[in-house]
């Protein structure tokens, strides 16, 4: 009786892990679009419209490429917690 109360809480924080990790991809993503909506007028003046330097580039490589990451976190990785459970 013990063991089933053990592997049934175990379970279920297995699943309380997994939505609040999978919570916690949506808002992350959520927040990034957010943020680049909402800087996108700034972007294109102080980025886009301006020749081509080394600071762009850099931009560009710390900013673009964590949005598909993002994505691929969210819609493609499995919201499984890793962790080892020991008995």
Do not use: C
Not at 38 to 43: A, H, K, S, V
Not at 65 to 78: D, I, K
Request: charged share 20%; aromatic share 18%.
């Amino acid at each position: 009786m013990k063991r089933e109360k053990h592997a049934n809480r175990h379970q279920f924080a297995i699943y309380v892990d997994r939505q609040v990790n999978r919570y916690a991809n949506f808002s992350r993503l959520a927040l990034m679009i957010y943020d680049i909506v909402l800087n996108l007028g700034r972007e294109k003046q102080l980025v886009w419209d301006t020749k081509f330097r080394t600071y762009s580039l850099l931009y560009y490589m710390s900013r673009y490429p964590l949005v598909p990451f993002q994505v691929f976190e969210v819609f493609y990785t499995p919201s499984m917690p890793q962790y080892v459970v020991s008995r």
